[in-house]
């Protein structure tokens, strides 16, 4: 099916399909491993081949497809050790960042917003993978962010881009869903009442929940997760 790309005076084409092709990635509808042409990609996109080489190289630097001699691309297959080294990081990031917010005088308008958002009545919250973990990344993002450490939060935001795909298919699970909710409230009034070290112990336990699932990925996993995908987009049931 051809892709029409939305037109946008501030990006240039190449900007507009690397961002497609990467939430292509982030949504399932292109998996590791699934291999393709720059002619393929340029007649989805209805472009031509120069900016579509462009954003694939781009994509290349950043670790999220690679090119296959004399025949194509493909999406970097998942390299578990990787992904694993990511989520060290993260845990240390976010543990001094938990450190720095119990520190803090005073209250903080960033982490009352995520209260009032992460204790929202169950009926009244989403239920879709997108949405929920669109949430989720902000939430620990924030937490970097209100810690007031610029370059910790810079480094922590490209950790949470690498790591997406990975966290979408945590919540492909309702009772992960439910769950995220009652460990954000309970992380988050942990820290409003300066609980450093219990605080730092739910999120890491958080953490390795989430960190738990790559450990379960399988195949079939994200071919079932690409079918959900392409069930909500016609509005049908699989």
Request: hydrophobic share 40%; charged share 30%; net charge neutral.
């Amino acid at each position: 099916m051809k892709m029409v790309l939305k037109p946008n005076p501030r990006e240039n084409l190449a900007e507009r399909i690397y961002r497609q092709l990467k939430q292509d990635i982030f949504d399932f509808r292109l998996l590791p491993g699934d291999r393709f042409s720059e002619n393929e990609v340029a007649e989805r996109m209805g472009a031509s081949r120069t900016p579509v080489r462009e954003a694939l190289f781009r994509l290349e630097r950043e670790g999220y497809v690679e090119v296959l001699a004399r025949s194509g691309w493909q999406v970097k297959p998942f390299d578990f050790k990787y992904f694993e080294e990511l989520y060290d990081v993260r845990t240390v990031l976010e543990c001094a960042a938990v450190r720095r917010l119990c520190e803090q005088e005073g209250p903080s308008p960033q982490l009352e917003a995520l209260t009032r958002l992460w204790t929202t009545p169950p009926d009244q919250r989403p239920t879709q993978v997108g949405p929920v973990s669109a949430l989720d990344e902000r939430f620990h993002e924030v937490l970097v962010e209100a810690a007031g450490n610029q370059e910790m939060a810079r480094i922590h935001h490209d950790l949470t881009e690498r790591l997406r795909i990975i966290r979408r298919l945590d919540f492909t699970k309702p009772p992960r869903i439910d769950a995220t909710y009652q460990e954000h409230a309970a992380i988050l009034e942990a820290i409003a009442h300066r609980r450093v070290e219990q605080a730092q112990m739910m999120l890491k336990a958080h953490i390795e929940a989430s960190r738990n699932e790559v450990r379960k990925i399988t195949l079939h996993m994200l071919h079932e997760a690409r079918a959900q995908g392409d069930a909500r987009e016609f509005g049908t049931d699989r």
